[in-house]
């Protein structure tokens, strides 16, 4: 089943609800938005910032073009046209259900309405909607554009095909959407981190551990584990050779041990508020919520291109995902070279002909080589690292005049690339007649800046490299390639 979508609402724009925004606009989906808190538009633009930031580094494929963004000024006009609408407003009862049945009420009929509701039952959802069987709970994770999972939940009026379709939809906006069996408040991983939750909460009340000291237990340990392999595979390792049989023998004991407390929870109270508040103020150091944002998305990223790079050509976990959605974009997208730098040519570069002056040109296309190599991951911190590109050749055709103000843009193909050398094509376009202005073909090494020799790049960069240049090998040579100096 094709899950491919060309518009998408989203009604409520708060953290998650901006979340399933930049997810969708990354995937090349128009995305209409509503969300009548003054705050929206701006809540919107710095969580897609992050995600831009962000997803074009986790994937060594192409992103496909984004999709368009638009504010609506009502549930109606937001939903017109859509195939998948997505609902995130606050977790109140009876605000979803009236926010539901206006969206029930507008929206196409072929359009499926996902609630991405933290726990509350589909069944209770779906009461007060005319056609109820297209309405399921679509529940991700933070940040939504990074993690991959999204529960689906149908109620009792669900239609099965609906659960079958959104199941595609999701899966091609690169998601790993689990059906659960049957409706039960708060889902799966809700559940299982509650759990946690009630657990961490006593630990701090009792004065075991501070919320710094519990969050090391978890990211120092089985934190890692889990990001691979999940609770269960985890145990079955755990019981050596012998497998899940010898540590369910060895440590089922344990269950009737008070080794938690599970629903026995302390009260919230304004003590045990301030000492978790003060304590998790301390832990951030002085760092506002979008830097937090950052450091949480980098670390995503490393862990999950880490988990996508094992060797023997597969990934693991959510790194296999990863690589099943590169060779879906690269396999269903058309070649075409990167779209780089764009600009207008100021007064200061004409020269006495009333054109653009030679060395200008050569700016041009350092900048679309800077912008280049920041692209395929050559950034401040790779060059602090002691190792960049160099460029040791350039030929460049004057082919078309510009002129004071107009309008260019400039693309990239990459001709050839291996672990020392990158050989690049670039061009200079008039933007709003289409004429190549000029063209450039360069040959760069990668180079170890402090011992100034060409050593080979880092592997995750040959990696994104090589992946590029097998999608630009499928386009046409340019015919200016290998040109010398007054060859016709």
Same mark, same amino acid.
């Given at each position: 089943?094709?899950?491919?979508?060309?518009?998408?609402?989203?009604?409520?724009?708060?953290?998650?609800?901006? #979340?399933?925004?930049?997810?969708?606009?990354?995937?090349?989906?128009?995305?209409?938005?509503?969300?009548?808190?003054?705050?929206?538009?701006?809540?919107?633009?710095?969580?897609?910032?992050?995600?831009?930031?962000?997803?074009?580094?986790?994937?060594?494929?192409?992103?496909?073009?984004?999709?368009?963004?638009?504010?609506? *000024?009502?549930?109606?006009?937001?939903?017109?046209?859509?195939?998948?609408? &997505?609902?995130?407003?606050?977790?109140?009862?009876?605000?979803?259900?009236?926010?539901?049945?206006?969206?029930?009420?507008?929206? *196409?009929?072929?359009?499926?309405?996902?609630? =991405?509701?933290?726990?509350?039952?589909? =069944?209770?959802?779906?009461?007060?909607?005319?056609?109820?069987?297209?309405?399921?709970?679509?529940?991700?994770?933070?940040?939504?554009?990074?993690?991959?999972?999204?529960?689906?939940?149908?109620?009792?009026?669900?239609?099965?095909?609906?659960?079958?379709?959104?199941?595609?939809?999701?899966?091609?906006?690169?998601?790993?959407?689990?059906?659960? %069996? @049957?409706?039960?408040?708060?889902?799966?991983?809700?559940?299982?981190?509650?759990?946690?939750?009630?657990?961490?909460?006593?630990?701090?009340?009792? +004065?075991?551990?501070?919320?710094?000291?519990? +969050?090391?237990?978890?990211?120092?340990?089985?934190?890692?584990?889990?990001?691979?392999?999940?609770?269960?595979?985890?145990?079955?390792?755990?019981?050596? /050779?012998?497998?899940?049989?010898?540590?369910?023998?060895?440590?089922?004991?344990?269950?009737?041990?008070?080794?938690?407390?599970?629903?026995?929870? *302390?009260?919230?109270?304004?003590?045990?508020?301030?000492?978790?508040?003060?304590?998790?103020?301390?832990?951030?150091? $002085?760092?506002?919520?979008?830097? !937090?944002?950052?450091?949480? +998305?980098?670390?995503?990223?490393?862990?999950?291109?880490? !988990?996508?790079?094992?060797? /023997?050509?597969? $990934?693991?976990?959510?790194?296999?995902?990863?690589?099943? &959605?590169?060779?879906?974009?690269?396999?269903?997208?058309?070649?075409?070279?990167? &779209?780089?730098?764009?600009?207008?040519?100021?007064?200061?570069?004409?020269?006495?002909?009333?054109?653009?002056?030679?060395?200008?040109? !050569?700016?041009?296309?350092?900048?679309?080589?800077?912008?280049?190599?920041?692209?395929?991951?050559?950034?401040?911190?790779?060059?602090?690292?002691?190792?960049?590109?160099?460029?040791?050749?350039?030929?460049?055709?004057?082919?078309?005049?510009? %002129?004071? #103000?107009?309008?260019?843009?400039?693309?990239?193909?990459?001709?050839?690339?291996? +672990?020392?050398?990158?050989?690049?094509?670039?061009?200079?376009?008039?933007?709003?007649?289409?004429?190549?202005?000029?063209?450039?073909? &360069?040959?760069?090494?990668?180079?170890?800046?402090?011992?100034?020799?060409?050593?080979?790049?880092?592997?995750?960069?040959?990696?994104?490299?090589?992946? !590029?240049?097998?999608?630009?090998?499928?386009?046409?040579? *340019? =015919?200016?390639?290998? @040109?010398?100096?007054?060859? %016709?």
């Amino acid at each position: 089943m094709n899950g491919k979508i060309a518009k998408a609402a989203c009604i409520g724009c708060g953290v998650i609800g901006a #979340g399933w925004v930049a997810r969708l606009i990354l995937a090349g989906v128009d995305v209409a938005v509503h969300d009548p808190s003054p705050d929206a538009e701006r809540v919107v633009a710095e969580v897609l910032a992050n995600a831009r930031r962000s997803v074009p580094r986790l994937l060594d494929a192409m992103l496909p073009p984004p999709g368009r963004l638009h504010f609506a *000024p009502s549930i109606a006009d937001a939903v017109a046209g859509a195939d998948l609408i &997505q609902e995130s407003v606050p977790e109140r009862l009876e605000l979803k259900r009236t926010v539901l049945a206006a969206i029930d009420a507008a929206a *196409p009929a072929r359009a499926i309405v996902g609630s =991405s509701t933290s726990g509350l039952l589909p =069944s209770d959802l779906q009461q007060g909607m005319t056609h109820h069987e297209r309405l399921i709970v679509a529940h991700p994770y933070n940040p939504v554009y990074l993690l991959p999972l999204v529960e689906l939940v149908g109620g009792q009026t669900t239609a099965p095909e609906t659960l079958a379709r959104a199941q595609a939809i999701y899966t091609a906006l690169g998601m790993k959407p689990v059906i659960i %069996r @049957r409706e039960i408040e708060a889902f799966v991983g809700d559940r299982l981190l509650e759990a946690l939750w009630r657990e961490a909460l006593w630990l701090v009340h009792d +004065d075991i551990a501070s919320v710094t000291e519990i +969050d090391d237990v978890i990211r120092y340990s089985f934190g890692l584990r889990w990001a691979q392999m999940g609770l269960f595979q985890t145990y079955r390792i755990a019981g050596g /050779e012998a497998g899940m049989r010898h540590f369910l023998q060895q440590f089922g004991p344990a269950l009737k041990w008070p080794w938690t407390r599970l629903m026995d929870v *302390p009260d919230l109270d304004d003590a045990l508020i301030d000492r978790i508040a003060r304590q998790s103020d301390e832990q951030a150091a $002085g760092l506002s919520i979008r830097e !937090l944002e950052r450091i949480r +998305d980098d670390n995503l990223v490393a862990i999950m291109r880490a !988990l996508a790079s094992r060797q /023997e050509g597969h $990934g693991w976990g959510a790194g296999e995902l990863l690589r099943q &959605q590169e060779a879906t974009l690269r396999n269903g997208s058309p070649a075409k070279p990167l &779209q780089l730098v764009s600009g207008t040519v100021p007064a200061q570069w004409i020269d006495y002909n009333g054109h653009m002056t030679e060395h200008r040109y !050569l700016e041009v296309f350092g900048n679309t080589t800077d912008t280049l190599l920041e692209h395929i991951g050559v950034d401040a911190a790779y060059i602090a690292s002691g190792h960049s590109y160099y460029t040791v050749e350039t030929h460049i055709m004057h082919l078309g005049e510009a %002129r004071q #103000g107009v309008r260019y843009d400039t693309t990239t193909q990459i001709l050839h690339a291996d +672990d020392k050398r990158l050989h690049v094509f670039h061009q200079i376009r008039n933007r709003d007649t289409d004429a190549i202005l000029a063209s450039a073909e &360069q040959m760069l090494l990668h180079v170890d800046t402090e011992a100034k020799k060409a050593v080979s790049a880092a592997p995750e960069l040959i990696a994104r490299v090589t992946a !590029l240049a097998q999608v630009h090998a499928r386009m046409p040579r *340019p =015919s200016a390639m290998g @040109r010398h100096v007054g060859q %016709r």
